[in-house]
DNA sequence: GATATAATTTAAGCACACTTAAATTTATAA
DNA sequence: TTATAAATTTAAGTGTGCTTAAATTATATC
């Protein structure tokens, strides 16, 4: 049987880990809900299995075989989030629990058809990008942290992160999802919190929660 | 997180007691490679969780809510199995294998999902029948085990037993499926072994073998 | 550079799902 | 009926992945 525990410790190693590649035991410890303990337990089973480097008080890092495996985790996981969203029409907020769920007993073979049938997708329903087979990511699309947005421009939703689910879901009932139009209209100083138009209806967002959703400045139209 | 292992040994009692609902611990052992002793363990584990009955030294039964647990489980997995095999197109003898490691993480609401998808199917890749939401099982088709089945009989395979994987793969490779014709030459009294014609091919079968197949006999045309 | 505070690790312990080996209970056959 | 064989349970022990509490190391501030 495979160990669904070091896939998650591996993957969230990959997704929050810092510019140079490191992650800090606390930050691990945080995002699994777990304590410090468990995570200096697991991450010298990881160490000992060659999977990331580490020394005591240090935070930890891929190595290659790690990031090898990391990506791998990862297409797994966005390819199943496009299939059940694409194919089998699962509410967008949905799919990331369902996956996470699923995600461990899916064989490499199954996230292969999978990926066929979807017609190599290069980006997830909250617009991450999928690696293909060979672990090479389409290039990022270019985009802004919605709580950097200019007042008054007109952006286009390309990108949620899915670190949470209870987030996903409020950002889905408030009419946040892929592609929507959003205009800030003002930001207030008092707690960097923003007033937002979405679908003709404003609403307010604390800072925290727009830093995690990604737009693209619209085009104007030449006049 | 769910009790993957209290799943299987739901699974397994219910598939595989006798006609009065009894299961010998022996049994269990034997069908999820595990010691006795594993199985001893367990057992008390779901007597306290109320989902078998259980007296030592005797077998063991499933409860009301123990019986309503396992109707579910055949469901899910009777589900997942249809959809990778109709839509997903995963080759027969495989999808058995996949959704073993698959159907613990998938929730109700997915299954019942696919099983929309499907349009209600009554009967899996395997011929065996999936119970309705509520649990109600399509009544099992009258058919014949392979090793009963006269000689120079034609017939159509309905049903094949997938409690091996490596008895699937084997069934598959000699070109046996569902809606297969086949027909019995005959029949060895030396180790009771059958020599069988399948798609103009002649095949020798064990008896155990062909005990986990099962047809129906070809209705002669009128002349 | 000493010291307070924050992050991390160690220590001890727990539940789970297994194992092998020994003991016990039940079934079978003389 | 009793000896023996077969099935089952108990006992002791293992690896995993967690916990809390105490000890240690790193970092930040004066």
Do not use: C
Request: without cysteine; proline residues 3%; glycine residues 6%.
């Amino acid at each position: 049987m495979k160990n669904i525990s070091q896939e998650d410790y591996i993957s969230i190693i990959y997704k929050h880990r810092d510019g140079g590649g490191v992650i800090k035991s606390n930050t691990i410890a945080e995002r699994m809900n777990i304590s410090n303990a468990a995570v200096t337990d697991m991450v010298r089973k990881l160490s000992r299995d060659g999977l990331i480097n580490y020394t005591r008080y240090k935070g930890v890092s891929l190595t290659g075989s790690g990031e090898t495996k990391a990506i791998n985790l990862i297409r797994r996981h966005r390819i199943l989030e496009s299939f059940l969203y694409k194919i089998v029409k699962m509410p967008w907020e949905k799919v990331h629990e369902e996956v996470e769920n699923l995600e461990h007993g899916a064989s490499d073979d199954l996230v292969n058809r999978l990926e066929v049938m979807l017609e190599y997708p290069e980006y997830d329903p909250h617009g991450d990008p999928i690696p293909d087979k060979k672990g090479k990511m389409p290039k990022a699309r270019s985009a802004v942290r919605l709580d950097l947005l200019p007042t008054e421009k007109s952006a286009i939703v390309v990108r949620v992160n899915d670190y949470d689910h209870e987030f996903l879901r409020y950002v889905a009932s408030v009419g946040i999802t892929m592609s929507s139009e959003v205009k800030v209209k003002s930001q207030l100083n008092f707690d960097k919190s923003i007033v937002l138009t979405v679908d003709g209806n404003d609403i307010n967002m604390s800072q925290k929660m727009a830093s995690n959703i990604f737009v693209q400045e619209k085009k104007n139209r030449i006049k």
